[in-house]
Every structure is written in C-alpha cells, then in structure tokens.
C-alpha cells in the first residue's frame, strides 16, 4: 500500500463487489442480481450476458488477462484452470471475449479429483456453476470466479454445495419459528462465521532441509528443544521485524481481496502467530479463509520464510487450530444470540441457545467427523486444542439461567460485575461473565458460539454445513411443536425446560483435560471419537444420514462418497508419514550416527594410547549406547517397513485402521529411537534442522 493510499480505498478494490455492480450494470440488472444475492433467489439467466460483459470490462481494466473457475473440490484446498479472454477473429486478430455462458457454467477436467465413486475415473467431466453469492476477484492477472462444482448427473463433488445448502435450510427453519413468535419482518437469516487462523512461520531453508515438513507439512521426528513455549515470553511477545513485514503486506493483500483481516498476533508457540477476521456470511467466510491460507503460502518465500499450516508440526508444543465463531443474523441485522438486558426473560434468544444445545448434544458424532482428520488427531486433546470429546460450555451466568430454568426457579438477573485495578488513575472495567474456558469444543462466547476443534489446514465448509444442518433439525422440531400451541407462552416455557433437561449431559463448565472429565462424559453417554476411523464409520449412521437428507443438505449418494474420500485421504496422509520416515532413517539418520560413532571410535583409540589402561571413558560409553539404539532404529525401520507394505495391500478403510491400531504405534516407536539418538549425536554430524534451530531462528 502506497503511502498516498487510504486502507478504505485499498479494501476490496480487487473485487466485483456490490458497489462495482451498482456503478457497471443497468439498474434493472443490478437489482436482479442483488435479488439474487441478497434473497437467493434464482439466478435469471437473461441478465447472465450483461452480467459477463460488465465483468470483464472491470477485470481487463484491473490487468486481467485470463479467468478461472474457482471452486473446491474434496481435497480440502482449492481448485483452478485459467482461461484467456482472448477469441482469434482471423486475419492475425483476437479480441477480448467472456460470455454468460462462460461465467454460468465451466467444465474443467474432473478425472484427478477424489469422488467416493461418485463416477468413474474415465468419465472426467466436472462441472463448476457460478456462485452469485461469493463476489469475483482478481488475482495475480486473473478474475476468479467463486463456484459450485458438481458431477455429470449433479451430485455435489465439492465442499461449497452442500454448506450453500445447509445455510438455506437452517434459514427456512429459523424464519418459520421466528413467525411464530410474532417476526413477520424477518424474511432470511444468514449464517455468520469468523475463522481465526492459526499457523507456524519458519526459515524456508529449513523447511526444505527436513523432508518431513517439505512432504508432510509436520515434523515425524525430534527432540524437544532446551526452551519451548514454557516461559510464555511469545504470546502476544513484540514481532520479530520478518515477521511483522510479512503480517504488513499479508494485510494489504488480504484487504484488496476485501478480506477483513482485523488482528494479527504471536501465538503461545515459538514461531507461531494467529490472524482473525471480521465476520462474514458463512459461505464468503469460508471463501475468504481458503483464501488466507492460499495467500499465506503463496506470500511466505518472499521472506525467506515458509507458512506451515499443518495441525501440529512440532511435538511439545501448541498445535494449530482454526476457532470458528458461528453466529445467526437476520437480514434485518439482529444477532439472535446475542442476549438481551434480561436474557433470562428473552425467550427468542433462549429458545435459539436451546436449539444450539439439542443440535451439538444429538450430532456430538458429526461434529467430530466435521474436523477428524490425521493431522488434527496429532493436536486434539492438549496445548489449548479441545478434547476429542464434545461438550458445551455457557458460562456461569448463562450456566445458572439454564439451571434455573431446568429446576423451575425464578431467574435472578445478576448485575454486572467491574474489577477494580487499584490505581486510581484507571477505570475500572466490566468483568466478562462468559468464556474463560480455553478447553471447551463448543463456547459460548456472548452473541455467538465458538466451535474450537476445527484444523488449521482444514477447509471450515463442512464443521460450518453440520452446525447449520443439526440446528436446522432442532428449530423444525421446536416450530412443529410450537406451532399449534394454544397458550404459546406456556409452550414455550415448557419446550425451554425439556430441552435443557434432555440435553444437560453436554454442559460442562471443568478442565476438559482432566482424566476426571473423561470418565464422567463415558457415565453421562457422551461420544470419545479419539481417532478419525472411529469417526468416520459414524458418519453414515442412519440418524446422520436422515438428517443431511432430510433437509437436502447431502443425498445418501453425496454421504457414502464422503465417508470414503474421509477414509481415503488418511490412509494416504498416514502412508505418506510411514514412507517419509522410513526413507529419512535410511538415508539420513542411520549414516549419520553411523558416521558419528565411527568418530567417537577413532577419538576413544586416541584417549587410550594418550591413557593407557584408563577406565569410564566418555567416547566408549556414547558409542556403546548409539550402536544400541542404532541397531534398534534398523530393527524398527524394518518392521515398519513390513507393515507399511502390509498396509498397502488392504481397501482404504481396512487400511486406516491398520495404520490407527499396528502402524501408528511402530511410527512412534521409530521416532522414539530416532530423537533419543537426536540428543547423544553431536550438532554437526545431525543431518536435518532440531527443534531448537527451527522455532527460534525467525
């Protein structure tokens, strides 16, 4: 950003956004467009031409030469083919052409990308259908065009479709319960979502010296560095003047793409930081943060830097997570979660915090598979990552409503409380009465819940598709209730009490760390889905099943692909981790302790011409001890070896839980070795960057 520039000219100047639209289009169109956007309704493919036109004009202007249907496909990133505005008229001539057709519909080669046997491999055709609700934008000489992308036969092979149709359906739901309550304004709620996004910067020449983070994205092996996170002297710490350069033009990329970045800070670990948005519809939320994390990589190496977005690169210190703050807005602009003055007397409010509780108590399940994946089961349970076990937290005040409501007491609206700070100087300041539980999966953090097991790396799509859904079903069930009640107030009272007592089970306001907790949630009937198998065998559970497809979320079809992509890719993720380790033991570890005590054996020879008869020498001891744990660290190569090729054999699922059960442990039994000889080798026969070079370099 130039120094003449302003941030409010900068932000979304890369975007075909509503005020580009309003300035390009005829009113009619623009109107019919916005319709389209803001109510979603369907698109009216008259305006599509002018639409197109209009588009490409404003992209050419901004340098843009070619377009791309930008979508997301069932790898958890994002997908893109660019084509040229440019169409030969003959004559050595062309000129600059984009139809409606073009920005309605695209057909990119589909073959490469996973779909649970949604089609066969050699039919290739995909089909991507523009997004009129996720602005275009420009980037690097493109315009990219946010959209849908679907099978031959129309089944969803993206992550997009299906949250587009979680939104509309927990939008119904909550309108039709808001008239009910006497809301004859509110036509559509929108679901909004911030993604705090986590993720490790580090010297890209150590990035590319350690094969495990160049193909994995996480370290297999290393000793815990002397310091690690314990002094806590890198949360919120100054930054480092690479990394505050980086985070500088991060923010200016992010806000031409009329991403609204707002804090950039040090995380707990070393070389870890954190940006948050401002809140956004959860379509463009998700939208947006695919494009923060593309953005990130992309940027890193100007720095001489690497952005590692993986869930737990470093053992012994915090992981990476992706805090998705979940809310409901009306598009008359009331958060329904956010309580009154009284909110033990708002029943609106209350009626939709019931309905969140009943929805994360019966899909507890679904909400864990919505973030199960291998490497998030590397930093589930520890270093402020919630536990594999769902529960809620609400507060104390919140929590004593609820309870009040359950016991039929009267509710006593509790004043604020303020802090006094002892200097008389300074105000005192309110007291915040809700989150203060970094443990908790699922928060209520004041006017919106904050759902905490999502993986840095992870695409929010589908933790944000089964909120919607599972809330859906619990607003239909609450209006089917309510819907004929004669005494509405008394209804309503009554539902409120049922609910909250059905579902108390998933409150819990303790250490979710605590060995205590886990046998508590096993007695209260609360779901341990400690790896991504176990999670996933669930997913096409009938009460799943009926749920996605009751609201036309995800067909039967769309959930079985699903379950076999989920076991698909970790089978791969684990067997990309086996195959790495094995090939740095071989050729990096194993000749360099060899070489090390062949040293060690040379200086021990010297000692004892120099001393004959001497006894307890050092260089006898290490040597003795490393030809141990080397000989050791060949037996386990081997036996990983065997299973991996074991593992190789058996279908996807069979093979996950192959590598959760018999491989895992022997991978782990391998770095054990491995980190052991780490620390009785010296630094400059270790072939690959330690811990300690790594985390505190930047």
Known sequence: MERSERMSDVFASQVFSEDVMRERLPKEVYRSLLDTIANGKELDRGIADVVAGAMKDWAIEHGATHYTHWFQPLTGITAEKHDAFLSPVGHGKAIMEFSGKELIKGEPDASSFPSGGLRATFEARGYTAWDPASYAFIRDGSLYIPTAFCSYTGEALDSKTPLLRSMAAISREAVRLLGILGDSSTSRIIPTVGAEQEYFLIDEKDFKARRDLFYCGRTLFGAPAVKGQEMDDHYFGSLPTRVSAFMHELDIELWRLGISAKTKHNEAAPSQHELAPIFCTANIATDNNLLTMECMKKLAPKYGMACILSEKPFAGVNGSGKHNNWSLTTDLGENLLKPGKTPGENKKFLLFLAAVIKAVDEYQDLLRISCATAGNDCRLGGGEAPPSIISVYLGDDLGSIVDSIIEGSSIESRKKKYMSLGVSSMPSIRQDTTDRNRTSPFAF???????????????????????????????????????????????????????????????????????????????????????????????????????????????????????????????????????????????????????????????????????????????????????????????????????????????????????????????????????????????????????GDITFKI
């Open 445 to 691: 953090t004041g006017n919106k819940f904050e759902f905490r097991m999502v993986g840095a790396s992870q695409n929010i799509a589908l933790a944000n598709t089964v909120i919607n859904t599972a809330v859906a079903g619990s607003l239909k069930d609450f209006s089917d209730r309510l819907e004929s009640a004669e005494d509405l107030d008394g209804a309503i009272d009554a539902l409120l009490s049922s609910t909250f007592r059905a579902h108390r089970r998933i409150l819990f306001s303790g250490n979710s760390y605590s060995p205590e907790w886990e046998r508590e949630a096993k007695e209260r009937g609360l779901s341990n889905l400690k790896a991504s198998p176990d999670a996933y065998e669930r997913f096409t559970d009938e009460k799943n099943v009926s749920l996605l497809e009751r609201f036309g979320v995800m067909s039967e079809t769309e959930i079985h692909s699903r379950r076999e992509i989920f076991f698909e890719n970790y089978r791969k993720t684990k067997n990309i981790e086996a195959r790495t380790m094995l090939e740095m033991t071989m050729r990096d570890f194993i000749p360099a302790v060899s070489k090390y005590i062949c040293k060690l054996c040379e200086s021990l020879d010297a000692r004892r011409r120099a001393l004959p008869g001497a006894q307890g020498l050092c260089e006898a001891d290490l040597a003795e001890r490393l030809s141990s744990l080397l000989d050791k660290t060949y037996a386990a190569h081997n036996e990983l070896s065997r299973l991996v090729n074991a593992a190789m054999k058996k279908s996807d699922e069979d093979a996950s839980f192959y590598y959760k059960n018999t491989v895992i442990p022997r991978m782990d039994a391998l770095r054990g070795l491995v980190d052991e000889m780490e620390t009785l080798t010296a630094r400059e026969y270790w072939p690959v960057p330690t811990y």
